[in-house]
């Protein structure tokens, strides 16, 4: 089961990179082994995802521009890029929560203009990288908080058809669970994936999700200056 939860994450966090880069005019390509870009990917994003595990690794990076710069999202954590100059850059857990009730949370509000993803993004530290090409898409909901005076605290993307795969998440005060709440009260009872790692797995845990297996992300790092 939990293989099957893994080869699904992987799957919906391909189908949200790939929405992403096609917003900066990037297309990607699927077949069974992985998702790949032909050039590089916006910034935080990878340029190839696993699909499933046992991938060839040299098949893989010739599918991508592998300078340096380039990024491998290994699903399956068992690849050894290392011989091809790429170091690991951060472990991760693939995590679930399944269609259950959600614990009280106050609802985000879903954004759905241009200005509202500008501000978004502004307040996620993403900046550019959040095109308004994204609100057109109907298997992305840009979901934000705001508190009083109308300024955003925190939000996240949920997105894909099922299962839902949660990203993005960021919060500006020191109560990243509330977001997680927030999520979960505004689509509730849905089957959700995503991953985390170091302190911010915590909260996920905590509002209900399950860590089901390893993920790992791989850097060809820059040449040194000479």
């Not at 992403?20 to 297309?27: F, K, L, M």
Request: glycine share 12%.
């Amino acid at each position: 089961m939990d293989r099957d939860v893994r080869t699904a994450a992987a799957r919906n966090n391909a189908e949200w990179c790939d929405v992403v880069c096609g917003t900066h005019g990037v297309a990607g390509r699927f077949d069974d082994d992985a998702w790949s870009a032909p050039r590089r990917s916006p910034t935080w994003y990878p340029d190839a995802v696993t699909l499933r595990p046992g991938v060839d690794a040299d098949a893989l990076l010739a599918r991508i521009d592998a300078g340096p710069g380039a990024s491998v999202k290994d699903s399956f954590a068992d690849l050894d890029l290392s011989g091809y100059g790429f170091r690991v850059l951060f472990d991760a857990q693939w995590i679930h929560r399944p269609p259950t009730d959600p614990p009280a949370g106050p609802l985000l509000t879903r954004v759905t203009t241009p200005q509202g993803l500008a501000a978004w993004a502004t307040a996620h530290g993403g900046g550019d990288l959040f095109r308004p090409a994204l609100l057109a898409d109907d298997r992305v909901r840009v979901l934000a908080r705001y508190d009083g005076r109308g300024e955003i605290t925190g939000g996240a993307v949920v997105s894909g058809d099922g299962p839902y795969g949660v990203s993005n998440l960021f919060s500006r005060t020191d109560k990243p669970g509330e977001i997680w709440h927030g999520v979960l009260a505004t689509v509730p009872r849905l089957p959700l994936v995503g991953y985390e790692s170091g302190p911010d797995l915590t909260p996920a845990l905590e509002a209900g999700f399950t860590a089901v297996a390893p993920l790992r992300v791989w850097l060809r790092a820059n040449p040194p200056p000479r």
